[in-house]
């Protein structure tokens, strides 16, 4: 998939929509108006991430030698196809094994790594081999609590793909308001071992009757509590789910509750060190018990090309195709460039880290200052070579390039105008009470109360103003 293409469509199609209600009479006002939003002013230029490659941390088979993982999770989790129904083993990344192994230990944890960095498998592949090992319908032995429903969805399909859907080995369902009635009745008449579920649900359980008799009090052996997307619970909703926790854990008097957290986004600044004893600090209080800053368990990075970056080798490069060649792209001087640019920066520990995100053409102006390249050519060159390192994929699927475009979209808004006509000003904010010739007096008001201006705009609609 081209993802430059698909945004610039979606630009374009946004373009045509908000050009559709502008009806400006004045050359002027329409003159400022186009050149703000060709500059951009609605819709900035996108930041670029790179999901980085992580360290490796072993198959299932090789936890299942090492004792972590039950013989049968060999059969479970596996990547399997059309082509393929028998699959081939799941290799997980170093901190979905580091996690797996806290989770053996039966100690509560806390996976503060990245988007598309797998964190579900490093809570359901303990969750599963607890069920395994311990036995299966003896009632709900995991909750798992998301902050929205489009999430546990998403999490019912993974689980669908590695336990089936028809008996599987370990049970699975969703309770989170949206099933039908038929299917709420079978959850309740007999509850599964894992249960998928909203913060808001949970409170229904504890309170309503028939699910308290029902999915609370079969949870008395619950082994698992899961908090999805720990970040989103601060301030007073963090407290009211710290309080939930605290009557849920009340209600089943479980000796052996685990909890666990997942997050992108929970650190804040200091050093790695400093954030792993905040992060440690935060959960000890929202979940009620204790997790020691050796059980937060983040990234483990490495790189996906090969060698250094030579600048004469990049000069002439620049103005070449991208090799084509998983192999031949790992050694390629722009590839390396644009992974030490995109992807990978160095923390305060020396470990490898995430770079922060940023503008293709102020990368492109680093490499035009760099090799002497135009500045156009190295963003087409830029473009090409990310394009080619999201097809040149390994074994696994994995892209060698696997990026991000965020892209910032403005609503309309008003734009304000001076009634001075020597030198017209235009603003999409309140302007100072003086004309720009400097006469004082009521100068800035809205374009659409102007006669000859602005005409044919409902207030509120795209593109009356910006």
């Known amino acids: 998939m081209d993802a430059f293409g698909v945004l610039g469509a979606v630009l374009g199609d946004y373009e045509s929509f908000v050009r559709g209600f502008l009806n400006i009479r004045d050359p002027e006002v329409l003159e400022k108006v186009e050149c703000e939003v060709e500059n951009g002013l609605m819709w900035p230029e996108p930041w670029l991430a790179l999901n980085p490659a992580f360290q490796p941390g072993g198959s299932v088979g090789d936890l299942v030698d090492r004792g972590l993982l039950h013989p049968a999770a060999r059969e479970i989790f596996r990547h399997r196809t ?75 399909g993974e689980l669908e793909k590695f336990l089936g859907k028809d008996m599987p080995k370990v049970t699975f369902k969703r309770y989170t308001g949206q099933e039908r009635r038929v299917e709420r009745d079978a959850i309740l008449a007999s509850p599964p071992d894992i249960l998928l579920t909203n913060y808001v649900m949970l409170e229904l359980m504890l309170t309503r009757p028939r699910e308290r008799g029902s999915l609370i009090s079969s949870a008395e052996n619950l082994s698992f509590l899961v908090l999805d997307e720990l970040h989103t619970y601060r301030g007073r909703q963090g407290a009211d789910v710290a309080m939930l926790i605290r009557r849920l854990r009340g209600a089943i008097g479980a000796q052996r509750l685990q909890c666990v957290g997942t997050s992108a986004t929970l650190a804040g600044p200091g050093r790695r060190a400093e954030q792993r004893v905040e992060v440690a600090a935060l959960a000890s209080r929202l979940f009620g018990t204790a997790i020691p800053p050796g059980n937060v368990v983040g990234e483990s990075l490495r790189r996906a090309t090969v060698g250094d970056t030579d600048t004469d080798r990049l000069r002439s490069r620049v103005a070449l195709a991208p090799p084509i060649t998983r192999t031949t792209l790992q050694g390629d001087d722009l590839a390396i460039w644009i992974e030490q640019t995109f992807g ?111 005409s044919g705009l409902p207030r509120g609609q795209p593109g009356a103003g910006w």
């Open 82 to 156: 059309d082509d393929d129904p028998f699959g081939r083993e799941i290799a997980f990344h170093k901190h979905q094994s580091d996690a797996i192994e806290i989770a053996a230990r039966c100690e509560s944890y806390v996976l503060t790594t990245g988007t598309g960095s797998g964190k579900s498998l490093s809570y359901i592949v303990p969750i599963v081999d607890r069920v395994l090992r311990e036995g299966t319908g003896q009632g709900v032995r995991a909750i798992v609590v998301y902050p929205m429903n489009a999430l546990a969805n998403s999490q019912v």
């Open 344 to 454: 990978l920066g160095e923390d305060d520990e020396g470990n490898l880290a995430r770079q922060t995100p940023t503008r293709l053409r102020d990368a492109a102006s680093q490499l035009s200052a760099l090799t002497g390249a135009d500045l156009d050519v190295c963003v087409t060159t830029l473009r090409e070579t990310l394009l080619a390192g999201s097809r040149a994929r390994d074994g696994d699927g994995r892209p060698l390039f696997a990026f991000k475009l965020h892209q910032f979209i403005g609503k309309g808004d008003t734009a304000y105008v001076t009634m001075g006509r020597a030198r017209a000003a235009l603003s999409h904010h309140p302007l100072p009470a003086q004309c720009p010739g400097g006469t004082a007096g009521p100068a800035a008001v809205p374009a659409g109360l102007l006669p000859g201006v602005w």
